[in-house]
Each structure stands twice: as structure tokens, then as C-alpha cells.
């Protein structure tokens, strides 16, 4: 891969990150980072979770993912469960603040890329779709790939 390619990437990369918001303090309007949203968007469409397959999923440091865990769980939004299998296991679930949390942080995502793409012609859009599942393709088989290697 040159430079130039490189570059390009950063330049969208970068470009996209800022067009949806993912560099404010708080993510969507809320009292929450990026990654404490993700983990009630990431518990709220697989509950009940596991925190090491949230730690694997996202890619977040163990510690990290404890500390989230722990605010979450003090602000009411989310508890723990001993699993029936192995008792050892906690699983973890949206308190029925934590699923009205989870859903107005969806609807608000949704809203976002709603709002972002709005101006494109239906064509228009339906290529940036296509182009962005065509990338999501390319980095699963990436993924595959290094899966492979380890």
C-alpha cells in the first residue's frame, strides 16, 4: 500500500469520525463517552452479555471494561446476574432504566446517520451503501484472516 493510499484512508477515517460526532466528551446528547454508550448499545441487542465477549467485541481493555461496568451498575442502568450454568459468570442486563437508555441512544444513533446522508438522492445513497458494506466485507474477511494467524 503507498502513502498516498494511506492517506486517504486517515482523510475519511478522520472526516467520518467527525461527521458523526465521535470525538465529543459526550456521546449523543447524553452524559456518556463513546465507548460507556457502545457498552448499553452492545448490552441492550445481545442481553443478556458476558463482559469478557463485551471486551472481545469491542476491543477494550479489561480494566476499562470493569470500571464501565461498575459506573453503569452504580447509576441503575444495568446489573448483574449469576448464570444458572456456572455460577462464576455474571451476566449482565439492562435495569428498565438502562432499556429506556439503550433505546432513545438508538433512536438518536439512527437519527444521526438519518440526518448526515438526508441530502443525498436515492441513488446517491444507495451507493454510499453499497460502498460501506463492500468495506465492512473487506475488513470481516481482514479479520478472518488474522483470526487464522493466531
Do not use: W
Not at 11 to 23: A, H, V
Not at 32 to 52: D, K, L
Amino acid at each position: 500500500m503507498d502513502k498516498a493510499m494511506v492517506a486517504d484512508i486517515r482523510r475519511f477515517n478522520r472526516r467520518y469520525t467527525n461527521m458523526i460526532g465521535l470525538l465529543n466528551h459526550h456521546i449523543l446528547n447524553s452524559t456518556f463517552s463513546f465507548t460507556e454508550a457502545r457498552v448499553i448499545i452492545e448490552i441492550g441487542m445481545n442481553e443478556p452479555c458476558i463482559a469478557n465477549m463485551l471486551v472481545d467485541s469491542l476491543n477494550i481493555d479489561r480494566s476499562y471494561m470493569s470500571r464501565i461496568v461498575r459506573r453503569l451498575v452504580k447509576e441503575g442502568l444495568l446489573y448483574k446476574q449469576s448464570s444458572d450454568e456456572d455460577q462464576r459468570i455474571s451476566l449482565l442486563r439492562l435495569t428498565e432504566k438502562g432499556q429506556a437508555l439503550y433505546q432513545e441512544l438508538d433512536a438518536r444513533s439512527d437519527a444521526v446517520i438519518v440526518r448526515l446522508f438526508r441530502e443525498l438522492p436515492p441513488q446517491e445513497l444507495e451507493e454510499v451503501h453499497a460502498a460501506m458494506q463492500k468495506i465492512e466485507q473487506k475488513l470481516d474477511q481482514l479479520e478472518r484472516r488474522d483470526d487464522d494467524t493466531i
